[in-house]
């Protein structure tokens, strides 16, 4: 099967959510707690096109199986040509290729919206992100230890960039 990568639209909100609240109530790769509702992250994703960032999305045959995004690192104005990305894909899903894809077009984006570095904040018990970011030419540039607290014990932040 292929997977194509084409743009967000509010239809794949409900499978992003999915994999969204997969990832909250399974794993460290978002430090929320509580699950979102579909409004919610409508809501988000909808913040983030408005201020100009794309959201992309991974499908096999016509189902979204992953998506993307990148938006504002910080929110200061020196930051406006740094942004912070997000990859995901369906847990029935991994191994297919779907993040490299994915990966592969923000950067591209971020490229011709002229940005100058991209930052993935990555939990370091997610050795497998770590280095699948490293093989994008991302570096790890920090650590910060005790940033998060799930699951019953505290979560270190590691920082990786990539310069555009």
Do not use: C
Not at 79 to 107: D, M, R
Request: hydrophobic fraction near 45%; avoid cysteine.
């Amino acid at each position: 099967m292929e997977i194509k990568i084409r743009p967000y639209n509010v239809e794949d909100a409900t499978a992003i959510l999915e994999i969204i609240n997969y990832n909250i109530l399974n794993s460290t790769a978002l430090y929320d707690y509580k699950i979102r509702t579909l409004e919610n992250q409508i809501a988000i994703l909808d913040e983030k096109l408005k201020k100009g960032f794309p959201i992309i999305v991974a499908t096999e045959n016509e189902i979204v199986v992953g998506f993307g995004f990148y938006s504002e690192f910080r929110f200061r104005e020196a930051y406006k040509f740094t942004v912070e990305h997000s990859v995901y894909a369906h847990q029935n899903h991994t191994g297919k290729g779907i993040g490299k894809l994915l990966i592969e077009e923000l950067i591209v984006l971020a490229q011709q919206q002229n940005l100058h570095t991209m930052i993935g904040v990555i939990d370091a018990e997610n050795v497998k992100s770590i280095e699948f970011h490293q093989q994008f030419g991302f570096e790890i540039v920090g650590k910060i230890q005790d940033s998060g607290f799930k699951f019953d014990r505290w979560l270190h932040s590691v920082f990786v960039q990539k310069m555009l």
